[in-house]
């Protein structure tokens, strides 16, 4: 990998690397996958190697760049001093979204599903909401837990190493990608051949649900016709009943989805409402639970003709129904690709309807509360600070300069926010 890395293949890896991006460069793309084969079999070999600067100490570090409407997140896990893993993770159409909120999102989402979680997180920025999603975590894992940006020695140079992996990872999939319009063609076609599917998903309908402990659950639907979204398709739902159970809230959304579709379809009248459209395919953003959930619903429907199938994020594993064994694409597959393209962008819906409503509910809970404050003053706050915990740490003087806001209501703003 690097120099803080014990041995001396850095020279290799790096005169490879030159040689892949000059292959790209000259749109030798097959030429510059070879090379890339080559760097990531190298580093393989060094990704458990003892790290140089580092005695027994355990923590995850976490890199993240944004090249215009992609990020790619970097993750060291290093164990004991040692590099035990490497993982990278790509992210679409962040085009609108802060480093700061992508990193907050990767920070939930990975360790939801991580059984162990390290005392101390690494990263490149620090995440919006840090002291939420500290909590979260320190919560799950039953420990403190410590977010920091490390600022110099091995630590520091790690996170340089990351942060110029990503660019690079994400620089190189950019360049392959690029005007290929074969990719989904080939994509749909393996998704139909690897899932047993009789025709060609042309339309495909990902589910997925969003909460903190039960708390503002969210669902949402993404929609991808001929292997593109379908923003104008897309559906965000706010599940009945707050709890934490993702199999209720998985048949509640896919119940009043598809209870929709057997309505228009009794109504010949109304032919241009999406909800009328018959999907290919369905995706359930989970494994086995939560597809055995949907697939009761489509069953008490009566579309039981329509192929589902999960997908759980840690290996990929892909579930249809009516069968026991697991379906793992390979991870160059364009299918799977696709697949995860449907799955993140439900996530990604998903999460930003939630996080809209928790802000929502934490402004009414604790703003409202507040005599003196009314709509519009409450408005102006959120205008100017971004949220309560930024009025919370905000001076008198800065929360005073607001129209209509004297010193006597911003001492009364800050006692009652800091109170709580």
């Known amino acids: 990998m690097e120099s803080f890395l014990s041995g001396k293949t850095s020279p ?15 749109q030798n793309y097959e030429r510059a996958a070879i090379f ?14 003892k790290v140089s600067g580092l005695k027994n100490e355990t923590f995850d570090l976490i890199s993240c760049v944004k090249i215009k409407n992609e990020s790619m997140i970097i993750v060291f896990n290093i164990k004991n001093g040692n590099m035990i893993a ?9 085009a609108d979204i802060s480093i700061e909120e992508i990193i907050r999102l990767f920070l939930y989402d990975y360790y939801s599903k991580s059984i162990f979680i390290p005392k101390s997180i690494l990263v490149s920025n620090y995440p ?35 942060i110029s992996n990503a660019k690079e990872s994400l620089k190189q999939w950019q360049i392959k990608w690029i005007n290929d319009t074969k990719k989904t063609k080939i994509a749909l076609s393996e998704l139909q051949n690897e899932l047993g599917l009789i025709k060609q998903p042309k339309r495909i309908e990902c589910f997925d649900i969003s909460h903190i402990q039960g708390s503002n659950v969210v669902a949402s639907m993404s929609v991808f016709e001929n292997g593109l979204p379908k923003k104008s398709d897309y559906r965000r739902f706010k599940i009945s009943q707050d709890k934490n159970d993702d199999f209720a809230s998985m048949k509640e959304v896919v119940y009043r989805r598809y209870s929709k579709l057997v309505e228009k379809q009794k109504d010949i009248s109304n032919k241009l409402d999406s909800f009328h459209k018959v999907p290919d395919l369905i995706i359930i953003d989970g494994g086995k639970g939560q597809l055995s959930s949907a697939l009761q619903i489509l069953l008490e429907l009566g579309l039981s003709d329509i192929p589902i199938a999960g997908i759980a994020k840690r290996e990929e594993e892909i579930f249809m129904q009516y069968t026991d064994e697991s379906i793992i694409l390979d991870k160059s597959s364009q299918g799977l690709y696709l697949l995860q393209r449907v799955r993140d962008e439900a ?32 408005t102006k706050l959120m205008k100017k600070f971004g ?11 800065e929360i005073s300069s607001i129209t209509s806001i004297d010193m006597g209501l911003a001492e009364k703003i800050k006692e009652s926010l800091n109170s709580k």
Not at 14 to 24: L, Q, R, T, Y
Not at 86 to 94: D, L, Q, S, V
């Open 86 to 94: 490497h993982e990278k993770y790509r992210i679409e159409r962040t």
């Open 387 to 397: 949220s309560v915990d930024n009025i919370r740490k905000a001076s008198l003087s």
């Open 347 to 378: 996530h990604r819906f998903a999460v930003t309807y939630h996080r809209n409503l928790r802000q929502k509910s934490t402004i009414k809970s604790q703003l409202d509360s507040i005599i003196g404050i009314g709509k519009i003053k409450k």
């Open 12 to 26: 290799i890896i790096k005169e490879i690397k030159k040689e892949m991006v000059e292959a790209s460069n000259n």
């Open 128 to 162: 919006l909401e840090k002291n939420i999603i500290q909590e979260f975590l320190e919560k799950k894992a039953q420990k403190k837990i410590n977010i920091r940006i490390p600022q110099k020695g091995t630590k520091k140079n790690m996170l340089n190493m990351g």
């Open 36 to 49: 890339r084969d080559r760097v990531k079999s190298i580093e393989k070999i060094l990704e458990k190697q």
